[in-house]
C-alpha cells in the first residue's frame, strides 16, 4: 500500500467553516489523504477563509506568502483556498498568488476530489460555482470512525436578508435549507459514532424550512424530530435572526428537554434609525419584547449576542441606544465588532465613522457586555448544573466539558471520560471557566 497522502487544513471564522472543513477532509480522505496538524509534512495545504470582516483577503495573501519556502522545497506539494474568500475573489487568488493550484468556494467542495486530481496534474483547479446538485447528497456517506460528544451539523446555508453591511448573501448564496430526512439520518450517524450533544448550523437557522414528510418543516419541527434520537442528549442551533423566531420555536425553549437554554440572536445595534440603514427589518423595541418572551418560555436561557459598532453615520446617540439595549438584555455572552467595510455591499458607499471614536464605542460596549458576562458567571457559584465532558483539561486528573449555558466547567480529580454527563456543583468561578465538583 503507498503512504497516504497529507492534508494540513486551516480553519478561519465561524462554525460552519468548522463544519465544512471536517466535510472537505472527508472527501479528500477518499482520495487517500490523513490530516496532519504541520504544514512542514502537508502535501496539501487548504485555507479555508472567512470574509466576514476586517481585511480578510489580505489575511490570506500574507499566510499563503508563509508557503513559498514550503513549496520550494517540495514541489509536489498543492496548496488551495477554500470558502468565503475563495467565493468572494475566485481567479483574482491565483492571479495575485501564483503558488495557488486550487480554489474552491464553499457550495462546490464536494467537487474537491476532481480538483484536487486537476491540481495534481499540474493544472490550475477553479470552482467557485453555485452548482445545482446538493453537495451535501454527494458526500452523503460520512466515515463511521469514532468521535467526540459535541458535532456540528449543518442544516440550513445562506441568507435573504441582506444586511446592509454583510458579505453573507454573496459569498453563501440564497437561503437553502437541507431535507429533514437527510438531516436526521446524519444526526443518526453521529449518534453512533459518540456523538451526544449536536448544534444546528446555518446563517438564518431559524428560517430553516425543509422538506418533511408533510410539507416544509420549521425548526421547531425539525428540533423536535431530533429530540426522539435515542443517544442525543443534548440539541443547540446558531445563529438566528429576530424576525424568525417563531411562536413554535420559543415554545421549543420552554418545552423541549434536550433543547439547551442558550440562545444566539444577534441584533446588531440598539437605535432604531442604524437599524433601519442596515436593512434589519426590526427595532430595538420590537427585538426587546422577543427576549422577554422568549425569557417567559424559558427563565433561565442565557442569550448571546452580535453588535457592530461604528457602523456608517452613528452617532454618539445612536450609540447609546446600543448600551441601553444591552443594559436590558443582559447578555452571556456576546460578540462586538467595528464595523469594516466589505466592497460590494450597500453600506460600503456611505458616509465612515472617524475609526478612534468607533475604537472608543468598541471598547465602551465591550466593558459593558464583559461586566455582565462576569456577573452571570460569578452567579453560577453555589448552582447545580448539568456538564457534557468533552476532553482533558491542562491539569493532570482535570476534565472539561460545558454545561448547559454553554460556560466551560472544569472538574478535578473524579473519575470522568470525555462523553460523560453529570451534574456538578458549582465551587469557583474563574476568568474565563467555571471550576466544581460532581455530585
Ligand atoms: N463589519 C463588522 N462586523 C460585521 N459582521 C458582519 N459583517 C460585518 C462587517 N462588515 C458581524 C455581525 C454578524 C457577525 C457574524 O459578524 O455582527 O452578526
Ligand atoms: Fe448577514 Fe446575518 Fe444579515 Fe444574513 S441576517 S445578511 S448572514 S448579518
Not at 455591499?345 to 475609526?355: C, I
Request: negative net charge; charged residues 30%.
Amino acid at each position: 500500500m503507498s503512504e497516504p497522502k497529507k492534508l494540513y487544513i486551516k480553519t478561519y471564522g465561524c462554525q460552519m467553516n468548522v463544519y465544512d472543513s471536517e466535510r472537505m477532509s472527508e472527501a479528500l480522505g477518499g482520495q487517500g489523504y490523513v490530516e496532519t496538524q504541520s504544514p512542514e509534512d502537508a502535501d496539501m495545504i487548504l485555507l479555508n477563509t472567512c470574509h466576514i470582516r476586517e481585511k480578510a483577503a489580505e489575511k490570506v495573501y500574507s499566510e499563503l506568502g508563509r508557503f513559498k519556502g514550503l513549496k520550494a522545497e517540495k514541489p509536489d506539494l498543492k496548496i488551495g483556498v477554500a470558502g468565503c474568500v475563495a467565493q468572494a475573489e475566485g481567479e483574482e487568488i491565483m492571479r495575485r498568488q501564483p503558488l495557488v493550484d486550487l480554489v474552491v468556494g464553499p457550495q462546490s467542495y464536494h467537487r474537491l476530489p476532481e480538483l484536487e486530481a486537476k491540481a495534481r496534474a499540474g493544472e490550475k483547479a477553479l470552482d467557485t460555482e453555485f452548482p445545482e446538485e446538493d453537495k451535501f447528497e454527494k458526500l452523503k456517506n460520512r466515515p463511521k470512525a469514532k468521535r467526540g460528544p459535541t458535532a456540528f451539523l449543518t442544516v440550513q446555508e445562506g441568507c435573504d436578508k441582506f444586511c446592509a453591511f454583510c458579505v453573507v448573501p454573496y459569498t453563501r448564496g440564497a437561503e437553502v435549507s437541507r431535507p429533514a430526512d437527510r438531516i436526521l439520518r446524519e444526526a443518526q450517524e453521529l449518534v453512533e459514532r459518540g456523538v451526544r450533544e449536536i448544534t444546528l448550523l446555518g446563517q438564518n437557522v431559524n428560517a430553516y424550512h425543509g422538506a418533511g414528510p408533510d410539507g416544509d418543516m420549521t425548526l421547531a419541527g425539525l428540533i423536535w424530530e431530533l429530540n426522539k434520537i435515542d443517544g442525543l442528549e443534548r440539541i443547540r442551533f446558531t445563529t438566528s435572526h429576530p424576525n424568525d423566531m417563531t411562536d413554535d420555536l420559543i415554545e421549543a425553549h420552554g418545552t423541549c428537554e434536550k433543547l439547551m437554554p442558550y440562545l444566539h440572536l444577534p441584533v446588531q445595534s440598539g437605535s432604531d434609525r442604524i437599524l433601519k440603514r442596515m436593512n434589519r427589518s426590526h427595532t430595538a423595541e420590537s427585538y426587546l419584547r422577543l427576549i422577554e418572551r422568549i425569557r417567559e418560555a424559558r427563565p433561565d436561557i442565557l442569550m448571546s449576542g452580535d453588535f457592530i459598532v461604528g457602523f456608517p453615520e452613528e452617532t454618539e446617540e445612536d450609540f447609546q441606544a446600543t448600551l441601553d439595549l444591552v443594559e436590558q438584555v443582559r447578555y452571556g455572552y456576546a460578540y462586538s465588532f467595528k464595523y469594516s467595510t466589505r466592497p460590494g455591499t450597500p453600506a460600503a458607499e456611505r458616509p465612515q465613522v472617524d475609526p478612534q471614536e468607533a475604537d472608543d464605542r468598541l471598547q465602551r460596549l465591550q466593558a459593558l457586555i464583559t461586566r455582565h458576562q462576569r456577573e452571570i458567571q460569578d452567579a453560577m457559584v453555589g448552582r447545580t448544573v448539568r456538564v457534557l465532558f468533552e476532553k482533558p483539561g491542562r491539569l493532570a486528573g482535570q476534565m472539561v466539558g460545558k454545561s448547559e449555558y454553554l460556560h466551560a466547567v472544569h472538574v478535578s480529580g473524579a473519575d470522568l471520560s470525555a462523553g460523560d454527563l453529570r451534574n456538578v456543583r458549582i465551587t469557583a468561578s474563574g476568568a474565563n471557566s467555571l471550576a466544581g465538583e460532581v455530585l
